[in-house]
């Protein structure tokens, strides 16, 4: 069974920057997509960045420019390296990875950005 395993979040000052990683771990992991997805108290989870297994990616407009998702496939795991962060970047960050047939979540880690 495959697992994800978030890390990277925490408390930063706004303009600040973290790198989140996703690490998937278990059986035969040939995922067609990654992503990173997050949820605010209050709100809806919602798609931040995603990468395709051919490398193409696909962001929400409130972060293009600011984050890049990448993947190194020899590790199973996928980064997302967020730039210039504002207080509205605030929420759980929840990695995914979807292949044919299935759909997991990792637990999910917190992001704080302070003005």
């Known amino acids: 069974q495959v697992q994800l395993v978030e890390s990277g979040g925490g408390l930063v000052q706004a303009g600040g920057s973290l790198r989140l990683s996703c690490a998937a771990s278990?059986?035969?992991?040939?995922?067609?997509?990654m992503g990173w997805y997050h949820q605010a108290p209050g709100k809806q989870r919602e798609l931040v960045a995603t990468?395709?297994?051919?490398?193409?990616?696909n962001y929400a407009d409130s972060v293009k420019g600011r984050f890049t998702i990448s993947r190194d496939n020899a590790k199973n795991t996928v980064y997302l390296q967020m730039n210039s962060l504002k207080p509205e970047d605030t929420a759980v960050y929840y990695c995914?990875?979807?292949?044919?047939?299935?759909?997991?979540w990792g637990q999910g880690t917190q992001v704080t950005v302070s003005s």
């Open positions: 278990g059986s035969i992991f040939s995922p067609h997509a």
């Open positions: 990468i395709n297994s051919d490398a193409s990616t």
């Open positions: 995914n990875a979807k292949g044919l047939g299935w759909n997991i």
